[in-house]
């Protein structure tokens, strides 16, 4: 019946689509050989253009990614231990949608190529997707079958076939499930025992059908051999004809083999289950290496993948583990408010120690505190500069690989540390000791309150140890060096931003927003700067006109006047050095906290770069896990069964170091995203209170001079 | 004279005005109006900056004013450049806080406060040139201008040699020693001051960019950046606050204390010129003194005659430079308060909207969740 539609192309697909499924729902055996024609079509095609297999593993994807989502989550989440059997169930029929969906996906891609690529193959590809589609109803009638046959098997069965679907809906290793599978199928499949095996087989043919695009060109020669395996299964019983397709399909893909002998021995699962994964490994191998390219879909399809996969030896726990995964932004949130604690830090009485060039300032580092972490509730060391740089060093070694923003020190400042080194008493150098001591609390601070940081143990070891071990190596964050160093940074971050295309969109419109948010602070910083510029030159110019002021008083004749003038003189002084106060404000407040903060963003930067690094990792791994398979498949081919072996280890090697890397991949991200928000919250914060400060410093500035205004206008009036 | 007693057409000196001022290419028009004593029926006219030249020139040439030259005349501003993007530093450099403010505001001040000056002095308030400047619809002429520049050309260049003579009167040495003093002193405060004006000018500037650049920092993507931006607006509110701040204690500044130190050296200046005119009529006098004792006995009686009407001149001058130099320190003095008071009372009031308004913004800050 089949093969008649084969030959003769049908002038409405949609029609003999129908007629099909109807066949298939009748009879398993036209199915099975529908699968074949199926794969036949593919060969052709993909033979013929050859640009087809990364066309048409794309639409699937978005197929795979977001239905599942939904339809896997909702009964994972609600399903009781005890209802494990029929959330399977429930499960296997969501699956089904989704196949079929895919399978439509399919079919499109599959005539598209074909109007490409010509006349010749046309009849085989029409009926290819139709025999496709028909598929589906085929497994759930081997469902319904088995749910005859006996009815603890099926349920049974229904579970561990819905986690063969989920694997390959999700195109992942599914370990968990894989292993978990055998289990299921030994507990109640006595009896059930070929019901499964063709429902494996059913699956088989699935992942074949996938397959095809990836072993398209081996696969090529095999072509001809389509008419003779469909009238075999044609002739044969179920069982038959799919042990008749693997055949057929052993003879390039061994891997095919032991998926049968499993499927007919139970005792032999492991392997099997060994076979299938292999196989499903190709698949997604390949598809990975070209989802990767783009798009959060595949992030996003992986998570969802890692999920189901993990907790599947019992649904409640995956239940539970898939908890989590959505631990969304208000939950990070909620953790934010609980990090209060007590603990004050203060950076006082900087000192200059030794002389000359090896000279040094030592600052008294203060610490008070309720915190069990400490000794004692007050304490005091004494630190020098490069102190402060080793803790940082020491920290962002530790805690910059896995994502967390690590608050810079202040840079080191060779122009004014010589100075402070050279120079007696000279007010420049007063001012850069003070600005350094106000930047090295601001830094401890900083690194205290962040909640992690402050746990660890040199962060403890820095407050409380009488002598630490002097810092070495801290030469290199010099100044210029740590400002080149941030840059590079940036550099690195900016090409490898054009390599990964960013798999979350959150963390691109974050990368983008850090980087404008740069640009705009450096701006600010240069305005204030002229700001204080300009204060620092008014407080100079006022105290030149309160010179000349003071000059015409002495020299004014008229007694009153000259008093005036004198008085006139002083509040002018007094003015002046409210300009001084307040140019100081300005720059300890604001130029300050936005120097600060453009470091700050330079941190921030550096964990996206950290995130990027983890997710090459991850993809390093998976480049070399493909081509690991790859290596096994041409051995396959090659027929060399004792490197096949070693090949495998190493495939299994390879496979965890993914999954390893995609976790810390995934830990990374996870602790970036928390850690940006944290420090958007604590920018926010941070602004307010330096902006409340630096008001409060205007309106204080306001009332001295209304005080001293008042003070002078009964002089102003006493003139007679 | 004559003519002006009779009329009782003096103008009464408070009530000039300078209401209004038009730019046309380089040329200032200001429109002036008066009343005079004896009537409330005001008078306005449209005159140039050439047309105060005249007036000035008319003052300084009045011939039948007993000791002239001893009156310290009201000085005139510089003439106005108004092409002012051009020459805006060149407009500092001779106008000082004259060539601030807007529309000539402080400018038109000065002027005014010259013509209230010269109307309420009491010899130079009877001359006819200030009453054809206030009352004749006609420009009044403009052939003088040359003639006073080289006066002062020639001035200069006697100044260098008279300045330093010495006085016969106690009184007036020491009025001169002070006067170059006082005259220096308020000429280097005047220009201090004028760079602490600017200076504050440029620190507005400076916080208005800082306040503008302050809104670019917004972005409503997510809700810490709407509060991080939103902090970012109240920062920029509260730089605007100080801009607004600086703005007006500037504008104070010039149009109080700044216009009076202006005015001040200005005046210095024209009590030195009086003083050495005096100087001049000096040496002119010691010289006729020399020739009518060295004079041959057919020439004595001429030079005799001639060095009295010197003597009696000089003594006239000195008589008057004694009486103006005392009006003009009660003037002063009474002045330099009046400015000095305003200047106070207007920073003390702009100090007190700002910490109003600063103490507004702080307690909007406090309240604000972040």
């Known amino acids: ?95 089904v949608p989704v196949k079929v969906a895919a399978d439509e996906e399919l079919d499109d891609l599959f005539s598209d190529s074909l109007g490409e690529s010509g006349a010749a193959p046309v009849t085989d590809a029409k009926i290819a997707p139709l025999l496709d589609l028909g598929e589906e109803p085929q497994k759930s009638d081997v469902i319904k079958k088995g749910a005859g046959k006996d009815d603890a098997s099926t349920e049974v069965l229904s579970a561990p076939q819905n986690d063969v679907i989920k694997k390959d809906i999700f195109e992942e290793p599914p370990k968990g499930a894989a292993k978990d599978l055998p289990t299921d199928i030994k507990d109640g499949n006595a009896a059930g025992k070929k019901p499964a095996s063709t429902d494996l087989f059913g699956d088989d043919d699935d992942e074949d059908l996938f397959k095809e695009p990836l072993g398209a060109m081996t696969k090529k020669p095999q072509g001809s051999l389509f008419t003779e395996a469909k009238s075999e299964a044609k002739a044969a019983r179920p069982e038959q004809s799919n042990s008749a397709a693997a055949d057929l399909f052993t003879e390039e893909a061994f891997t095919v083999t032991p998926v049968v002998a499993a499927a007919k021995s139970s005792v032999n699962t492991s392997s099997k ?54 631990k969304t932004l208000e939950e990070l949130e909620e953790e934010e408010k609980e990090d209060t604690f007590d603990l004050n830090i203060s950076v006082t009485n900087p000192e200059k120690v030794g002389d000359g060039m090896n000279a040094y300032m030592a600052y008294k580092v203060s610490t008070q505190t309720s ?93 409380e140890k009488e002598e630490l071990p002097r810092a070495v190596s801290t030469q290199a964050l010099s100044g210029a060096g740590f400002l080149k160093m941030i840059n590079k940074a940036t550099d690195a971050v900016s090409k490898m931003t054009i390599k990964m295309n960013e798999s979350d969109v959150w963390f691109e419109e974050k990368l983008q927003e850090v980087e404008s948010e740069d640009q705009q602070l450096r701006k600010l910083h240069a305005m204030v700067e002229s700001l204080v510029n300009h204060r620092k030159e008014l407080s100079v110019n006022t105290a030149m006109f309160a010179k000349s002021v003071a000059m015409l008083g002495s020299s004014e004749d008229n007694t009153a006047l000259s008093r005036a003038l004198s008085q006139l003189a002083e509040v002018e002084d007094r003015i002046e050095q409210l300009h001084q106060d307040q140019a100081s404000n300005d720059f300890f407040i604001f130029a300050e906290l936005l120097a600060d903060y453009i470091r700050l963003l330079g941190a921030v930067r550096a964990c996206f770069d950290q995130r990027m690094k983890a997710w090459q990792r991850w993809q390093d791994a998976q480049n070399m896990l493909q081509k690991k398979r790859e290596t096994e498949a041409k051995l396959l081919w090659a027929n060399k069964p004792d490197k096949l072996q070693q090949a495998k280890d190493e495939i299994v090697e390879w496979e965890a170091k993914v999954s390893q890397y995609e976790r810390e991949f995934e830990r990374v991200s996870a602790t970036v995203r928390k850690e940006v928000i944290r420090f958007e919250k604590e920018k926010s914060r941070d602004f307010k209170k330096q902006i409340i400060r630096y008001l409060e410093s205007l309106l204080q500035s306001q009332q001295q001079l209304i005080k001293y205004w008042e003070a002078f206008l009964p002089e102003a009036k006493a003139i007679a | 004279m004559g003519s002006n007693e009779d009329s009782a057409q003096s103008v009464n000196g408070s009530s000039i005005k300078i209401t209004d001022v038009t730019q046309d290419g380089d040329t200032l028009t200001f429109a002036i109006t008066s009343q005079k004593s004896s009537s409330s029926a005001g008078v306005c006219v449209f005159r140039t900056y050439e047309d105060f030249e005249w007036l000035q020139q008319g003052l300084f040439s009045q011939e039948d004013v007993p000791g002239l030259q001893g009156v310290i005349f009201p000085p005139l501003p510089s003439k106005p450049l108004p092409s002012t993007s051009l020459s805006q530093a060149k407009a500092l450099k001779q106008l000082g806080f004259l060539a601030l403010g807007d529309e000539w505001m402080i400018y038109c001040k000065a002027l005014e406060l010259y013509l209230q000056q010269v109307a309420a002095h009491t010899t130079l308030s009877k001359s006819k040139a200030l009453y054809s400047f206030l009352n004749s619809s006609e420009s009044p002429g403009k052939q003088c201008g040359k003639k006073g520049i080289l006066n002062r050309l020639s001035q200069a260049m006697e100044e260098m040699r008279k300045e330093g003579h010495k006085d016969v009167d106690e009184f007036f040495q020491s009025e001169r020693d002070s006067s170059t003093n006082l005259s220096a002193l308020f000429k280097l405060s005047t220009e201090k001051f004028l760079d602490v004006v600017l200076n504050k000018q440029r620190l507005a500037l400076a916080c208005g960019h800082f306040s503008t650049s302050l809104h670019l920092c917004v972005n409503q993507d997510n809700p810490t950046a709407v509060a991080f931006s939103k902090i970012c607006l109240k920062l920029s509110d509260i730089i605007e606050a100080v801009k607004i701040n600086y703005e007006k204690v500037s504008d104070n500044d010039i149009s109080t204390l700044g216009l009076g130190l202006d005015l001040e050296s200005r005046y210095q200046e024209a009590k030195r010129e009086m003083l050495f005119r005096r100087t001049c009529k000096l040496v002119e006098l010691e010289t006729a003194n020399r020739n009518s004792e060295r004079a041959k006995p057919n020439k004595k009686a001429i030079m005799e005659g001639v060095q009295k009407a010197t003597q009696k001149e000089f003594d006239i001058i000195s008589s008057v430079a004694k009486q103006e130099i005392e009006h003009y320190h009660r003037d002063r003095v009474s002045l330099l308060r009046d400015f000095l008071i305003c200047w106070c009372e207007k920073q003390l009031s702009t100090a007190r909207e700002s910490s109003a308004l600063l103490s507004q913004h702080l307690d909007a800050c406090k309240k604000f969740a972040v």
Do not use: C, W
């Open chain 1, 1 to 95: 019946m089949a093969a008649s539609s084969e030959r003769s192309p049908p002038p409405f697909p949609e029609s003999e689509e129908q007629e099909l499924e109807h066949d298939l729902e009748e009879d398993e055996e036209d199915s099975e050989e529908g699968a074949d024609i199926f794969t036949g079509g593919t060969l052709s095609d993909s033979a013929m253009d050859p640009p087809l297999p990364v066309s048409s593993s794309e639409p699937p994807k978005d197929i795979f990614s977001e239905p599942p989502a939904d339809t896997f989550k909702d009964p994972l989440n609600k399903t009781s231990a005890e209802k494990a059997a029929s959330g399977g169930l429930s499960k296997a029929q969501a699956a």
């Open chain 1, 273 to 326: 289950t060994n076979g299938l994964h292999s196989d499903e490994e190709d698949l997604f191998a390949e598809a990975t290496v070209e989802l990767s390219l783009d798009s959060p879909h595949n992030d996003r399809r992986k998570r969802e993948a890692a999920k189901p996969s993990a907790p599947a030896p019992s649904l409640s726990a995956s239940a539970s583990t898939s908890k989590p995964q959505p």
């Open chain 1, 371 to 463: 915190l069990s972490m400490f000794r004692s509730k007050q304490f005091t060391v004494r630190r020098r500069f490069s102190d402060f740089l080793g803790l940082y060093e020491k920290l962002s070694e530790k805690h910059a690989q896995n994502g967390y923003i690590v608050p810079p020190p202040p840079e080191k400042s060779i122009l004014g540390m010589t100075k402070v080194k050279v120079g007696k008493e000279d007010p420049s150098s007063a001012e850069f000791v003070e600005r350094r001591r106000a930047a090295l609390e601001r830094y401890l601070h900083r690194v205290v309150s962040h909640p992690s940081l402050l746990q660890d143990p040199d962060v403890r070891e820095f407050l």
